[in-house]
């Protein structure tokens, strides 16, 4: 199975440039799974929902879907990408997830990062899909970005079965792409972190953003490991082959069930 990321430099506020840079990025890439950064049409820093709210677009009947629908079709590919979606006056921080066959889902960011809280509405709710892909079955979760610091977004979308978590991005602190081989390991999953690269400056502020793209096996180990300055798709392959056992004695998907019926710990994990 082939995996992906594509790690570029979103224009800011330049969706139809951006359009144009992730089709011709896209089109280059053939049967795999593909992630692409966090708000990759609209770059990422604003001050408002006021400063973004014209520049974000319905999920699935905007156009950045119907693109990606398009290419996903033409070159065998499910991508997920991250995207401000917009749903009546209000915008989320989304992703979206494409086949061949078409929209499958959406995810709205749960953890807000920074300056974030003042522009987007809080997501509720995981999601983990069912993809069929080069006559595998697979269940994808989705995660963007500051979710990752949470270890119980990744514990949760594990516990719903998924066997990837696609992670969208556009990390700024150095942290991330040290703890998600951790994150791969407790949960016995892939996990596929797409981040941007380049620095973005709005009123006051710059942010510089760290790429680093990584992606790593249930075995804590880096399948791909971009630096900061990378700029691409850059692919790996591997089997999706998860083995929960941890030792002879240990199985996580068992001994987690264990934990979960403790007593004492029953009422600190809602599932
Ligand atoms: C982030 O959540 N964009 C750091």
């Known amino acids: 199975m082939k995996l992906s990321v594509l790690q570029f430099n979103p224009i800011h506020k330049n969706v139809q440039k951006n359009y144009e840079l992730i089709e011709n990025y896209l089109l280059s890439l053939k049967d795999s ?12 820093l604003f001050e408002s929902r006021e400063e973004i709210i014209d520049l974000a677009e319905e999920v699935p009947n905007g156009h950045f879907t119907k693109l990606l629908e398009n290419i996903a079709k033409k070159n065998n590919l499910v991508i997920v990408s991250g995207v401000a979606e917009r749903d009546g006056e209000k915008v989320f921080n989304s992703s979206l997830l494409v086949s061949k066959s078409g929209f499958i889902g959406k995810y709205r960011k749960i953890n807000l990062f ?13 999601e983990v899909f069912d993809v069929n892909f080069m006559d595998q ?19 949760k979308l594990k516990l719903m079965g998924a066997q990837i978590i696609a992670h969208p991005s556009n990390l700024v602190l150095p942290y991330c792409p040290k703890a998600m081989p951790i994150r791969a390991l ?8 797409a981040n941007r690269i380049g620095m973005e400056k709005n009123q006051n502020e710059t942010l510089k953003f760290i790429g680093q793209s990584v992606i790593c096996s249930p075995k804590a180990e880096y399948l791909l490991k971009l630096n900061e300055n990378d700029e691409g798709i850059f692919s ?36």
């Open 186 to 193: 407790e949960n016995k999953l892939y996990t596929i972190t």
């Open 236 to 271: 790996i392959e591997t089997d999706i082959i998860i083995n929960e056992n941890i030792t002879k004695y240990n199985n996580l998907s068992q001994d987690l069930k264990k934990l979960y019926e403790k007593e004492q710990l029953r009422s600190n994990f809602k599932r």
């Open 137 to 155: 079955s697979l269940r994808i979760g989705v995660m963007i970005c500051f979710d990752w610091f949470f270890p119980e977004i990744s514990r």
């Open 114 to 126: 920074y300056k974030e809280k003042n522009v987007f509405e809080e997501g509720e709710k995981l």
């Open 33 to 44: 799974i593909v992630v692409l950064p966090e708000l990759a049409t609209t770059g990422y």
